[in-house]
């Protein structure tokens, strides 16, 4: 059964990423590097806001899945949305107050702005029912639905663009209108599978709470390491620069495709067997099967950094060709970033959701501040060497700290007798 999950939620995750990577040789012969620069901003904006409206929700609600039974998880997912609505509402107010300021930072007006907050709402409904599934072990219905607001956004972006001659607003306006549907239709899938029962719960509420603010930290020094790079070269070499980032960083986001099919079959794994009181073969199949995504992970790695060299000239046009020593880079740092999940998990059922902020978040500042010197001097490349020397360190500290939360026997695992 593991094996086939994690072969069908591979197998769908590639689907639904190949279709806006197919789309690039053809999006970027309409496009602009200066256009897909403004659209880096306007989904850097969005993953902005969303560490402060969705407060990690969906992770809260799969470190309950075991833990309670389906109807008071439906009372929990009623409850999280509740308070997601809460958080919505205070960034609208906080958008009305410093659009002005915002807008001079990222080259978007006050309506995209507006826009963006709705677009990471409905984002979170759609990404509980997701989650789900994935708890569930369920790929199919998981990789069908997801498919499939990809290839409507992808078409309305197409239409828009190819057939109405619009620039990057074509492809945002495909973004928005996609995303608030299948948020609608996901709602409804909730409450008609017993994920959604309306009833007001404090308590849930205080542990939602409890679980995602902590998070916030954690998200924004995510944000920074992911996100936070397009803001400082767009400050530093425009947007023209920014889109080259951009398109290298969609391109090098393969191997993190790959990684997240790989370790959608590992949560599930992990959080049963930690619900149980762990025999010391129970941790060793653990550390084999986690030794042996390390493996695949930087095998993959590998095979996709010199597959780019040949097939780089066919993948972006003629203006986009500079940036393929930077998506070799970006492939690296997602190397780091497939190991970093791999051991990450274990913070999160634990609930241990300060510790790991608190660490990542200083990761993150030290980032900012490298990459903000080495894209000063070496360019839109330094981006790519900030994000391979962050993500080794956040890495190694985060499976140390991992071990000390709950100890596994990572390099010894072949002792058979070790309690």
């Not at 995510?222 to 969609?250: E, M, N, P």
Request: net charge positive; with cysteine; glycine share 6%.
């Amino acid at each position: 059964m593991i094996i086939k999950n994690s072969i069908f939620f591979v197998f769908f995750e590639i689907l639904n990423k190949a279709v806006p990577f197919m789309l690039l040789p053809i999006l970027t012969r309409y496009l602009t590097p200066d256009d897909y620069g403004i659209i880096a901003s306007f989904t850097a904006l969005i993953s902005f806001i969303a560490i402060f409206v969705g407060l990690s929700g969906h992770g809260a609600i799969d470190s309950n899945f075991f833990r309670l039974e389906k109807s008071k998880l439906g009372i929990y997912i009623a409850n999280v949305l509740i308070v997601l609505l809460f958080t919505t509402f205070i960034t609208l107010l906080i958008i009305l107050f410093f659009h002005e300021r915002i807008e001079s930072k990222l080259i978007l007006s006050f309506e995209w702005q507006i826009l963006a907050t709705f677009v990471v709402f409905a984002q979170f409904v759609t990404l509980i029912n997701l989650s789900l599934w994935v708890i569930e072990q369920k790929p199919l219905p998981y990789g069908i639905y997801q498919f499939l607001q990809t290839v409507t956004i992808s078409l309305i972006s197409i239409t828009l663009i190819i057939g109405f001659s619009y620039d990057w607003q074509g492809q945002a306006i495909a973004m928005i209108i996609g995303t608030l549907v299948f948020s609608f239709v996901s709602l409804i899938l909730l409450y008609k599978r017993g994920y959604f029962n309306l009833k007001i719960h404090k308590e849930y509420m205080k542990d939602f709470l409890k679980f995602g603010l902590p998070m916030i930290p954690h998200q924004l020094g995510g944000w920074l390491r992911s996100q936070g790079d397009k803001i400082i070269i767009i400050s530093l070499l425009g947007t023209s620069a920014t889109g080259l980032f951009a398109v290298g960083f969609q391109i090098g986001v393969i191997m993190s495709v790959l990684i997240n099919s790989l370790t959608k079959a590992l949560y599930p794994i992990l959080f049963r067997y930690l619900a149980q009181n762990l025999r010391i073969e129970d941790k060793n199949k653990l550390i084999l099967f986690s030794y042996g995504l390390f493996f695949g992970i930087i095998f993959l790695g590998i095979v996709l950094i010199f597959l780019l060299r040949l097939l780089y000239p066919y993948l972006v046009g003629s203006e986009f060709q500079d940036s393929l020593y930077l998506t070799q880079l970006i492939v690296i740092s997602f190397i780091f970033e497939g190991l970093y999940v791999c051991v990450v998990g274990y913070l999160f059922y634990f609930k241990q959701t300060a510790k790991l902020a608190k660490m990542t978040f200083s990761i993150s500042i030290v980032h900012i501040i490298m990459s903000f010197i080495l894209i000063k001097y070496f360019g839109v490349i330094g981006a790519g060497y900030a994000l391979i020397i962050s993500g080794l360190v956040q890495f190694v500290l985060i499976w140390h700290l991992s071990n000390k939360i709950y100890p596994m026997p990572w390099f010894s695992f072949w002792r058979k007798n070790e309690i």
